[in-house]
């Protein structure tokens, strides 16, 4: 009799556990598979927001010709600790910008230039600081920097007409 009730028992349970599996098939993981689309969309839409407002495009076509330079002066900045543990501090000299004079933005924006010359000094600074000196002696380091600053820079003028930038640094 014992072992009736226990095999009774056991087909009770696998009668439930089947139930709540079956359940589960179709009633939660439905829904669990459009909440997981739904926070894909929303995720999608922030990125979206989170991008530059600028065209994705980077390779803007300019003839020499075209292009003028502006002077940036001598910047210092303090970098981060690096490996043996002591300050450092970057000379970012030999900066200019190159803008493109044959773009539309030239004639209303490129004057404004010279008015922001600190704010787009202040982004080499930014930029230059989040790194230790070891990480600045690396190329990729070096142009994912460079990078940074043409799209902030671009990003400020809210234009491509600044088409590129170069600079150096010393180390102190």
């Given amino acids: ?12 349970v696998l009668v439930v556990n089947l139930t709540l599996t079956a359940y589960m098939i179709f009633t939660v993981l439905p829904n669990a598979k459009r909440t997981d689309e739904l926070i894909t969309k929303i995720m999608q839409i922030i990125d979206l927001e989170l991008e530059s407002p600028l065209p994705v495009d980077i390779n803007v076509e300019y003839s020499i010709k075209d292009v003028e330079k502006f002077p940036i002066d001598e910047l210092t900045t303090n970098l981060q600790a690096g490996e043996d543990g002591q300050s450092h501090y970057a000379l970012i000299k030999g900066g200019s910008l190159t803008i493109n004079t044959k773009d539309e933005d030239y004639k209303e924006l490129g004057p404004k230039v ?59």
């Fill in 1 to 12: 009799m014992k072992k009736n009730m226990l095999a009774v028992l056991i087909l009770l």
């Fill in 114 to 172: 010279a008015a922001m010359q600190r704010d787009i000094e202040s982004y080499f600074v930014l930029e230059t600081s989040k790194y230790t000196k070891e990480q600045l002696l690396t190329t990729e380091c070096y142009e994912q920097v460079k990078s940074k600053i043409l799209t902030d820079i671009q990003t400020l003028f809210n234009s491509k007409m600044i088409v590129d930038i170069t600079f150096s640094y010393v180390f102190q």
